[in-house]
């Protein structure tokens, strides 16, 4: 089967060819504006490719075969929300042009009622997201262990994914410090079924009666309403201090696990242990993992920082452009499988433990399907803001487990999507709605929208020819597990669950010596930002049960003496799985940046076509915007280019300062420069050197590396003759995500 991109590639091939303009994700809509207000009527504009809303089912879940256009807005007039017609919307309805505005302007009360109400409450946790359509298609490989038919050989069924963050509110940004939600909704033959996890496999607390106090201390202060979206505050760390089943969740955070790079090279979990059930009833234990096919890749903390201010929207730019040019991420579902016991342990670990993971090296995924997203939204509110999600959200096979993590969860989500959506009608939102026929006997409430009939809704009746019939097994019903529930009624949690230290320290153990010394980085500044001392010298005490280097480096950044540990320091075999390096992936949808100046225009359109031809986003940087040499559209200018936004950074000459190069027009070039090269060039090469990413040039390229005093025979600086050959030799460093021989590490973390 021929790989989405190509087509998208042919396209762009022909525009830089002279079919048309080059097919750079980011444009705004499906036809370009006139330069003049457009006074002829026409109908509404089409969506752009890409770009697609829910499939169209009825609130009850019967597809109609309604193209998607038709439940757009439609006609080339200006109407009321009752299909009037009008003739201005600019002017409220006044007594005299200079008179009182008079009561009975229909239409100013009704647009101004309608904006009054469009925010709906945001979400308590998980408030900034971005969603997408796709499929997902089974490989029939977990058949053995699920009846679940969407599971079965070669199934596809339509998904739709929405990632998060969970700190911050709706307005914060992307890039920062902390968990990510990995949420997919699939509209399967038996009903939804939403697998709700995170980015990471664990949980800062083992019982949901936590949650509360968790996200209570975690969020802003409630005094202030700061620090936004970030954990880098007292009342945090306070928690975490006290609260230590926390460990293993927070030193994942602070590892470059914690700041992804994108959310297509970000890892998905289902967290909890579930149970499956086969066609003949027996029952496996299973933990659900999203494996992503470009691999997992972090950014560095400084990139994040320099990007929550320069592009606030990275992550969701990074994932609506990467669909719209073609280049669709991809995930794997696998399962971790486990003897369904009375004891639900497996090589000592608890699975019901939320807090803890079961190395892969013990238990590898099994791949059992591929979920790609391949349609971006057409309106952000109605979907990705309106979906909701529930871990209760079930199909036959797929069952859970007595973890109290999970269900308080089951209790929660219902609870959620009362108040933010406004009744209980929640799932006949489009996004919302089931692939499958819907006669659930619930009636009214607010927004209902499906017209049922008949006059008998309960059961057993007579009346309605006693319709609906309950359905067994046999008929696809979906049947609880009919496990043993037994013991006293008390507060308290098994033996098992008091580890709170060793699975911290596995992690630790696992991570390569740049990983280690990322993640000392991040403790550091987390706790330097915290006010009271008490809580800095008791999280050392914290840092010193998972490893006694670890406390040491955090210590010394903090200018505090390194306790002494508590407890016995574990001896776990390290993981590699754990670690983000090691390893080599494609390097579809990587941006690359080309540094070009006027004369350069024959060789950038080569590598520009080349980058094209791979897959990727070429994004040329030139000294201002408009047609490079009259032939090339310019994207990026030095004023408003920042390395944060590439992967690669290519040189194809040495551009003199611009005419706006000085501090009061940019300040990122200073005060200006005697040098050849522009200054804010050199500010763009050095912290790409800086973040280890591949840098490359030829031509009189060399002459910006002396300049920004870049050691040409540096890892990952790359020379050559040609652009072309200078791309090749770049593509092979992007595979490894960055060059990360720029990166010593202490000899204590080596």
């Not at 090691?582 to 949808?589: E, V």
């Not at 986003?617 to 040499?629: E, H, N, S």
């Not at 050095?686 to 025979?713: C, L």
Request: proline share 9%; glycine share 10%; net charge negative.
């Amino acid at each position: 089967m021929e790989h989405p991109i190509k087509s998208t590639v042919e396209k762009v091939v022909d525009a830089v060819t002279g079919g048309g303009p080059a097919e750079i994700p980011g444009v705004p809509n499906s036809e370009p504006p006139s330069l003049e207000e457009p006074t002829e009527p026409r109908e509404p504009l089409p969506p752009k490719p890409d770009q697609s809303g829910p499939d169209t089912f009825s609130p009850t879940g019967q597809p109609t075969g309604v193209p998607q256009d038709k439940v757009a807005q439609g006609g080339a007039y200006l109407t009321t929300a009752q299909g009037l017609r009008l003739p201005d919307t600019d002017h409220s309805l006044k007594a005299g042009p200079r008179g009182p505005v008079l009561l009975q302007d229909h239409h100013l009360r009704e647009k101004v009622m309608h904006f009054d109400h469009e925010r709906i409450p945001e979400r308590v946790v998980h408030a900034r997201g971005a969603g997408a359509h796709g499929v997902f298609r089974g490989y029939g490989a977990a058949s053995n262990v699920t009846k679940a038919a969407f599971l079965a050989k070669d199934v596809e069924t339509p998904v739709f994914v929405r990632f998060s963050t969970v700190i911050g509110s709706r307005g914060s940004a992307d890039t920062v410090r902390d968990t990510r939600g990995f949420a997919t909704k699939f509209y399967t033959s038996e009903g939804v079924f939403d697998l709700v996890g995170n980015n990471c496999p664990i949980f800062f607390i083992q019982d949901a009666i936590k949650f509360p106090d968790v996200i209570h201390a975690a969020k802003w202060h409630p005094d202030r309403e700061i620090p936004q979206a970030q954990t880098a505050h007292d009342t945090f760390w306070d928690f975490v201090g006290l609260h230590t089943e926390g460990t293993f969740h927070t030193i994942w955070n602070m590892s470059d696990r914690g700041i992804p790079r994108s959310y297509r090279m970000m890892e998905g979990f289902g967290v909890h242990t579930f149970r499956l059930v086969n066609a003949e009833g027996a029952t496996t234990l299973v933990k659900f993992h999203w494996k992503p096919k470009l691999g997992v890749h972090s950014l560095v903390w400084e990139e994040a920082q320099l990007l929550n201010g320069v592009d606030p929207d990275f992550h969701r730019r990074d994932l609506f452009d990467a669909i719209e040019s073609g280049a669709y991420p991809e995930w794997e579902l696998g399962i971790q499988v486990f003897p369904d016991t009375p004891e639900q342990m497996f090589e000592g670990i608890d699975l019901l433990d939320s807090t803890k993971i079961v190395p892969e090296e013990l238990a590898p995924v099994q791949p059992i399907g591929l979920l790609t997203l391949n349609r971006n939204t057409s309106n952000f509110f109605a979907e990705t803001e309106q979906v909701a999600f529930h871990v209760g959200h079930l199909v036959p096979g797929i069952d859970v487990t007595d973890d109290p993590l999970l269900a308080g969860r089951l209790f929660s989500y219902l609870d959620t999507q009362i108040t933010r959506l406004a009744g209980p009608n929640f799932p006949q939102i489009p996004i919302n709605r089931p692939h499958a026929p819907v006669n659930d006997m619930l009636r009214d409430g607010f927004h209902q929208t499906a017209v049922h009939r008949g006059v008998a809704p309960y059961r057993p009746n007579s009346l309605d020819g006693g319709c609906p019939f309950t359905a067994g097994a046999a008929e696809g019903g979906y049947v609880e597990v009919p496990t043993q529930v037994s013991g006293r009624k008390v507060r308290e949690a098994p033996a098992s669950y008091a580890d709170h230290f060793s699975q911290a320290r596995l992690f630790w153990l696992s991570l390569t010596p740049v990983e280690r010394e990322h993640t000392i980085a991040a403790y550091t500044f987390e706790l330097a930002k915290c006010y009271e001392q008490a809580i800095k010298e008791r999280y050392l005490r914290v840092l010193a049960n998972i490893d006694p280097v670890l406390c040491e480096q955090v210590a010394e950044g903090l200018g505090l003496p390194a306790p002494a540990g508590s407890e016995p320091l574990a001896d776990p075999r390290p993981s590699p799985a754990l670690s983000q390096l090691g390893r080599t992936w494609p390097a579809d949808g990587r941006i690359i940046g080309i540094i070009a100046s006027d004369d350069d225009t024959a060789a950038v359109g080569d590598v520009r076509q080349a980058v094209f031809e791979g897959g990727m986003v070429p994004l040329i940087i030139a000294p201002t915007g408009g047609m490079l040499g009259g032939t090339l559209p310019v994207q990026r200018t030095f004023v408003t280019a920042r390395s944060v936004e590439f992967d690669a950074l290519l040189v194809a000459s040495a551009p003199a300062p611009g005419k706006d190069a000085y501090g009061a027009r940019d300040a990122k070039a200073g005060g200006g420069s005697d040098a050849a090269v522009d200054p804010r060039v050199l500010l763009l090469i050095t912290e790409a050197y800086r973040h280890a990413k591949p840098i490359g040039g030829w031509g009189t390229a060399s002459q910006v590396f002396t300049q920004a005093g870049i050691p040409t025979q540096a890892p990952g600086v790359l020379l050559g003759d040609d652009g072309p050959t200078v791309l090749r030799e770049t593509l092979q460093l992007l595979a490894a995500h960055r060059v990360w021989d720029r990166f010593p590490a202490a000899a204590a973390l080596t």
